[in-house]
């Protein structure tokens, strides 16, 4: 339930199957976590800010070493 804390936005990214991905693997950096965390925690805000929002997709989510970038979005306003 909107808005989500960090805690729970940390427990969301952990349960999903590309976490390990995070933390490095095969020789790559680790990636942001702290960025992926904000994105979900900054949604739920916008989400409960703005209720006329019926929908927002952000797919796919990039995320790099450092920081994370929405390649598409879509928002639905009721």
Do not use: K
Not at 33 to 40: D, E, F, K, N
Not at 50 to 55: A, N
Request: proline residues 6%; aromatic residues 6%.
């Amino acid at each position: 339930m909107a808005p989500i804390d960090d805690e729970e936005a940390g427990r969301m990214i952990e349960e999903c199957r590309g976490a390990a991905l995070l933390h490095g693997l095969r020789g790559q950096p680790a990636l942001d976590r702290q960025a992926i965390l904000r994105v979900i925690v900054g949604v739920s805000w916008l989400l409960t800010d703005y209720p006329e929002f019926t929908e927002l997709d952000l797919n796919p989510l990039r995320i790099f070493p450092t920081g994370c970038l929405a390649l598409d979005w879509r928002a639905v306003r009721a």
